[in-house]
């Protein structure tokens, strides 16, 4: 995390002349809290979807067939991997809530609606002046 940050702090200069706005101090701060935050969200909310994801390929019903899927899930290991398993409902949990902390917090408009980091700071910092 700490690489992904530092980066992202080296480039801040060009975000902030890209918003034409003054990011430096607590500003700064914020903003990469924003982006660690962000960051975490990314990785836990593409990891739930892939597992989601491989579930749903892996319990898919063959076109033309009928009744229940014929595999619960699949296997990593010794694990099995299904809707049930520990690690999807752990994923799962995890995810809502990382959510609903990012939602309490009200930053859910620069967590997970923001395309770009250019737009994260336009949307902190902007309205501010």
């Known amino acids: 995390m700490n690489g992904y940050v530092d980066a992202v702090a080296a480039v801040v200069p ?14 700064l701060d914020q903003f990469l809290l924003i982006v660690a935050i962000r960051r975490i969200w990314s990785t836990v ?58 939602v309490k917090l009200d930053i859910e408009h620069l967590v997970g609606e923001s395309s770009s980091l250019s737009d994260v700071a336009a949307k902190m910092f902007v309205r501010e002046g």
Do not use: H
């Open 45 to 102: 909310n593409s990891q739930f979807w892939i597992m989601n994801d491989c579930i749903s390929v892996a319990t898919r019903t063959p076109p033309g067939s009928e009744g229940p899927p014929q595999t619960r899930g699949f296997r990593i290991g010794r694990d099995e991997i299904s809707q049930d398993s520990s690690a999807v409902v752990e994923g799962r949990n995890l995810r809502q809530e990382l959510y609903k902390l990012i």
């Open 14 to 27: 060009d975000i902030a002349r890209d918003v034409r706005v003054e990011i430096s101090g607590d500003r």
